[in-house]
């Protein structure tokens, strides 16, 4: 979706969520209607009605028509359809949200030069540091857990957390104090310890 699809699509947003400008739009779905009309069914003064279907115009769901002294308003149902499906279409709207991104920006605050500085208190973030450290450690390889330690300690000092930590959330298996990492497929969301 273009910038500027995207910016009437907000427009159409703001312009519905006024209780005044959605019952406009209810009462010209009906059959066109006079300012004089519409401001009778909703109790509003002319001004006010004029001043919301200004707004219904600049989004092109409205239109006037003129007999004689009168201006007729109808409601564009081809627009109003329109503005539907681009809402409904949620890849259009919605852009996907890059995971990189937000693993990329808490390494960042929580990793500096190849060093955790501290473990986050978020589950959520401690599983992107997890993720990281997990990922220095080959798959098919066992590792006693004094090798671990030693890969470990330049990393973090507190190496029993680490090791607790990466077998909690099933990115490491534990076996007579030999480690094995595991298929990123097979980790945990959250620890379960």
Partial sequence: MSEQDLTTLVQFFKALANESRLKLVGALAQQERSVEELASILELKEPTVSHHLSKLKKLQLVHMRVEGNT???????DAL??????TLTATQV????????WETKVLNSFVENDVIKEIPASRKKRRIILKWLAQKFELER??????LNQIIKPIYPDTATLRRELVGYNMMQREDSIYQRVLETNWRMDSNY
């Fill in 71 to 77: 201006h007729y308003y109808y409601l564009d149902l």
């Fill in 81 to 86: 359809q329109a503005m539907q499906k681009a």
């Fill in 94 to 101: 919605a852009q996907p949200v890059s995971e990189d991104i």
């Fill in 142 to 147: 066992l590792y006693p857990e004094q090798e």
